[in-house]
């Protein structure tokens, strides 16, 4: 198969196995899936030696590539192309109708000094919008882009570089050094006060992380095939995205805050046949956070995450923690998650401060092997816990079909006396050796059907 009929193909072969198992949780898959057409690109190649770039792994490419782009772009659009090779890099900015395409043994390794991620852009750092070091790969309002291809992203990151920012001596950092508290309790502070986006400038001379690649506010997007290591933070965060497809690409970066893709605030979103080995959670679906998540008010919606591989992390798949601006409609199916060091296979994770209503999630035909504390958890004390004006809602949480083999509990569920958990259903589901076996506190209207936890049947939470 050619790799323009990879970039071609759609994704309507997903709709039927798809459409029975959402019925359940009142999903509508077809439409879901409807949403979320991958972009083609014209035919014309844009190597990017043929700007200048130079694979030697000395000479910064970041101008050939940029020249590259937009080249390709005002020609109407086409395939970046990066050979085989090791091309050093500062930042890379997409432009519409772009593809940028690794070809098998080409790696972008990206530069470890903090200015070549400058002038600070529009984005995100969890889930506050500010000013702040451009991420790695990045597209603002941009329509049809890509990267593709069989090649590497290598951030580089590691206890030299960008890790120690976060604190934490296991990852480099050391008593006495700067890091990056004081610059997020800030951000957190602006977002709380309603400070105009324009004057929360970060960047240089501060110790906020960028994420790896970031498509913000852009439409038909499509990252297929290559590998990521070594990332600052979050490696995929399209954020107000619609149009979003995520297919076959792998993952493995174990630093502080390295989540593997995290879908905030879009609509309309596939991820397929992916592997996850991260140093956070494998995907996990947010909406902004606290008072600017409910500023700036849309939810992340209508995504369908399937055939993928779960291996270290904190949660398989996490819902929240930002999550301000709701999340709705997830279906998870047909993935395999299995590692000592995963914590959770399902993991919501909200609190009285973040609020928020998560609902219609469809977690199904799930095989755990072994994760270190729950296989399904739905926490209300995340971070802040209780205390808080804004109770975080959770309903409509369908689970079937999931089996594991080793876990610490089969379910742990904790809510608040005054907003307990509930709507949840749980069918065909079987928990083997459980150390702790079940958690309940403040839980009513959760329902089980032919489930058992170490052999014993559960029953309904009422």
Known sequence: MTRRDLLSRSVAALQASTEVLAARAGLDAGEMLKRVQTPAFPGRLFPITEFGG?????????????????????????????PSGRFLTGAIHLDNNVNLHLEEGATLAFSTDPKDFLPAVFTRFEGTECL????????????????????????????????????????????????????????????????????RVFGQGHLLRPNFIQPYRCTNVLLEGFRIVRSPMWEIN???????????????????????????????????????????????????????????????????????????????????????????????ENCKMSSPNLERALRIKTNSYRGGVIENIGFRNVTVGEVREAVIEVDYFY?????????????????????????????????????????????????????????????????FEHVTVNGRALEARR
């Open 54 to 82: 130079v694979g030697d792994n000395q000479a910064l490419c970041t101008k050939a590539i940029a020249d590259a782009i937009r080249a390709c772009s005002e020609a109407g659009g086409g395939s970046v192309i990066v």
């Open 383 to 447: 971070q802040e816990g209780e205390g808080g004006p804004f109770v975080p809602v959770v309903r409509g949480i369908d689970i079937a079909n999931v089996t594991s083999q080793k876990s610490k509990h089969a379910i742990f569920m904790r809510g608040y006396k005054n907003s307990p958990v509930g709507g949840v259903t749980v069918a065909n589901c079987k928990f083997e050796n459980c150390a702790e076996g079940t958690l309940f506190e403040n839980v009513e209207g959760v329902g």
């Open 238 to 332: 399209p954020v107000l995205c619609r149009n979003v497809t995520v297919r076959g690409v792998e993952i493995n970066s174990h630093g502080p805050n390295n989540d593997g893709c995290d879908p905030e605030s879009c609509d309309g979103m596939l991820i397929t046949g992916c592997t996850f080995s991260t140093g956070d959670d494998c995907i996990a679906v947010k909406a902004g956070r606290n008072r600017d998540g409910r500023r700036v008010n849309v939810p992340c919606q209508n995504l369908v995450i399937r055939d993928c591989v779960m291996q270290d992390g904190h949660g398989g798949v996490s819902i929240g923690s930002e999550v301000s601006g709701g999340i709705r409609n997830v279906l998870i």
């Open 132 to 199: 702040n070091y451009s991420p790695f790969i990045y597209a603002f309002h941009k329509t049809n882009v890509a990267i593709t291809g069989k090649g590497v992203l290598d951030g580089q990151a590691g206890p030299e570089h960008w890790w120690p920012w976060a604190g934490k001596e296991r990852l480099g950092w050391s008593k006495g050094s700067p890091n990056q508290e004081n610059d997020r309790n800030a951000l957190t502070s602006m977002g709380d006060k309603d400070v105009p986006v324009a004057q």
